[in-house]
């Protein structure tokens, strides 16, 4: 394959090539693919062969180091967000929690008529309804829809 360049010291197979770089086999069949990395094939066995020397085994220890200070970076941010998300989340029950304890104080407050006569005060002929399925009525949709009809 490579002409111009010396023979390697060591023969790999592409499954013990991955492990030496720390990389997939995947990644080793493209880096084939696109020429990037020293190669042979044997005619007879039709197996490939990665040519590894002391340099790209060095490379080995240095990448990692690398990409294990992004990804550090990387948990580090996404680890921040999902704080903050958690935040957020934690305040939005807070302000939902406040919001139901009111929701029996403003049913209890007049409607905007003016009418916060019981069944009890509304004149005989008016009647028609016992006091519990006044208070059904009075009920909001947004009481109801949480705690359901009574």
């Known amino acids: 394959m490579h002409a111009d360049k010396p023979r390697s010291n060591q023969r790999l197979t592409v499954k013990e090539a ?3 770089l720390n ?4 990644a080793i069949r493209q880096r084939i693919q696109r020429d990037s990395i020293p190669y042979e094939k044997d005619e007879e066995t039709n197996r490939v062969y990665i040519l590894l020397d002391k340099v790209e ?7 990692p180091e690398v990409n294990h200070s992004s990804e550090r970076e990387l948990i580090d ?14 305040e939005l029950r807070r302000i939902i929690a406040g919001l ?19 069944a009890s005060e509304k004149p005989d002929g008016v009647r028609g309804h016992s ?17 359901g009809p009574e």
């Open 100 to 118: 139901t304890q009111r929701i029996p104080a403003i049913e209890a407050s007049p409607d905007e008529h003016g009418s916060d006569l019981t």
């Open 131 to 147: 006091v519990s399925q006044e208070r059904v009525q009075r009920r909001s949709w947004l009481y109801r829809f949480f705690f």
């Open 23 to 26: 990389v997939s086999e995947a």
């Open 57 to 63: 085994d060095r490379l080995d220890d240095d990448e």
């Open 18 to 20: 991955a492990q030496r």
């Open 77 to 90: 941010t996404l680890q921040e967000q999902l704080r903050l998300e958690r935040e957020g989340s934690a």
